[in-house]
């Protein structure tokens, strides 16, 4: 099983709806992140979570909200979703690096939404 | 705020050539440099990093990478490709002190038999 799973992997739906994206680890870290990827622009910060009662915007958070249910498990929701989220979005983890450690990411696979 | 620039979007290389991938960051504080590999279909995985000490990083699959100081660089470089290394690569950045990356455009790489 891979370390963390995202699902769906890949789903169509239409304006308006709401939809869900999932994301589990069994890496044991405290911090998860959901990033968007579109073509030609990186990978940007939705929402991150340092804990289960911790819960931060990132760099692009209007139109998504998300849950932290359990240190393994954080949602993202879009509740009316539009178009222009349709995008290539990853959950990621990282464990808390301590002293002159670094912020390293485990991604999962992705989970591809398209908005019509 | 950190932030990077991936100066090639495509690089087209043909098998056992050597390839190199331009990476900028701005910054005014001490950082972390990381590059990732997307293979197609898949997530991000770590190629290498940089935290301190040696400028000349080595990660994984033959890759390495050297960080310049002074042209605020992280180029990634590899002697000889595969046609497996055809995958895109994005440069990251953060300061020592903080929690998130920031991401480039990325880069895709193609290599040809």
């Not at chain 1, 308006?16 to 073509?39: A, F, N, V």
């Not at chain 2, 997307?38 to 000349?56: C, M, R, V, W």
């Amino acid at each position: 099983d891979a370390d963390v799973t995202q699902t769906p992997r890949n789903r169509i739906t239409k304006t308006g709806k709401r939809i869900m994206l999932e994301c589990s680890q069994t890496k044991g870290h405290d911090r998860m992140y959901w990033y968007r990827q579109d073509p030609g622009l990186g990978l940007r910060l939705i929402y991150y979570s340092f804990d289960v009662k911790d819960i931060n915007k990132g760099e692009i958070s209007d139109g998504y909200s998300v849950s932290r249910q359990a240190q393994a498990k954080f949602s993202l929701s879009l509740e009316s979703a539009i178009p222009n989220q349709t995008a290539l979005y990853f959950c990621a983890t990282s464990d808390y690096p301590g002293g002159a450690g670094a912020n390293v990411l485990t991604f999962g696979a992705g989970s591809r939404l398209t908005v019509l | 705020a950190q932030s990077v620039t991936q100066l090639d979007s495509q690089v087209p290389v043909f098998e056992e050539a050597p390839v190199e991938l331009r990476c900028n960051y701005s910054s005014s504080v001490s950082v972390y440099l990381f590059w990732y590999v997307q293979y197609p279909n898949q997530g991000l995985q770590l190629l290498l990093k940089y935290l301190s000490g040696s400028t000349l990083v080595k990660g994984i699959n033959g890759f390495e990478a050297e960080f310049n100081k002074s042209q605020t660089s992280f180029h990634l470089r590899k002697p000889s490709v595969h046609i497996s290394d055809t995958a895109e690569y994005f440069c990251a950045v953060s300061g020592s002190n903080d929690y998130k990356l920031s991401f480039g455009a990325g880069t895709t790489v193609t290599v040809r038999a």
